[in-house]
């Protein structure tokens, strides 16, 4: 029971353009959710998160939204930049339990120049 | 300054020979997980020590073990392994409990066993 998806195993965009990369989730009852970025030979590394009492959180060129109602949040990149490209996986957890943290699939980035 | 070690970054092993993997952190952090990452699959947690409690997740099966011998370190045991046992394996470690604790992985060991 894959309880979080990430449906696009990848994305190419161009330069300079806006990235969004997308995912679901099933379980109500998560209410912190993650990115994780990972670069080939690399571990994952925190990107950003959001708080389920907030739709919308940015950090400089990354801003992550939260639409509860559809169980559904997405990173936006913007702009792209060819160092960008990397596997991005999305996370999610419920806090109050201490449960784990139940990672999406992942999606592969490609920024072209 | 490598915060969450890893080693070795491949490992190769036989069908049914013992094989460990080892992580160490120099984040003097509470909780250290493992992971395993199949091809295209998201990373699925095998278990967490939170301090020296082991947390084991339920459908991890019985071939998969841990130590914890001190905070900086932490090892996967796996005891016979099967050629469905090839994967990334991801070390992490967070300060505390998940939550919003951020956690921190390794390279990660990649296993193929023949």
């Known amino acids: 029971d894959q309880q979080v998806k990430q449906n696009s195993p990848s994305l190419s965009v161009q330069e300079g353009r806006i990235s969004i990369l997308n995912c679901d989730y099933t379980n109500s009852m998560f209410d912190y959710f993650l990115w994780y970025k990972k670069y080939p030979a690399e571990g994952p590394t925190f990107l950003i998160s959001i708080s389920s009492i907030k739709d919308k959180n940015e950090d400089g060129r990354f801003t992550v939204f939260l639409n509860k109602s559809a169980k559904h949040l997405s990173l936006h990149i913007v702009p792209s930049q060819p160092g960008d490209s990397a596997v991005y996986f999305c996370?999610?957890?419920?806090?109050?339990?201490?449960?784990?943290?139940?990672f999406g699939e992942g999606t592969q980035l490609t920024v072209n120049p | 300054d490598a915060m969450v070690i890893q080693n070795p970054r491949y490992q190769v092993t036989q069908f049914g020979k013992p094989v460990t993997l080892s992580c160490s952190q120099t984040?003097?952090?509470?909780?250290m997980y493992w992971y395993q990452q199949k091809s295209s699959q998201a990373p699925k947690l095998l278990f967490h020590y939170y301090d020296k409690d082991f947390n084991n997740e339920a459908d991890t099966p019985d071939n998969f073990q841990s130590r914890r011998p001190n905070t900086s370190f932490c090892f996967l045991d796996i005891r016979s392994p099967g050629l469905g046992d090839a994967a990334m394996y991801l070390c992490a470690t967070s300060r505390d409990r998940p939550g919003q604790e951020t956690q921190y992985f390794g390279p990660g060991t990649r296993l193929l066993v023949l």
């Open positions: 996370a999610a957890i419920r806090e109050t339990s201490g449960s784990r943290l139940t």
């Open positions: 984040l003097n952090h509470n909780v």
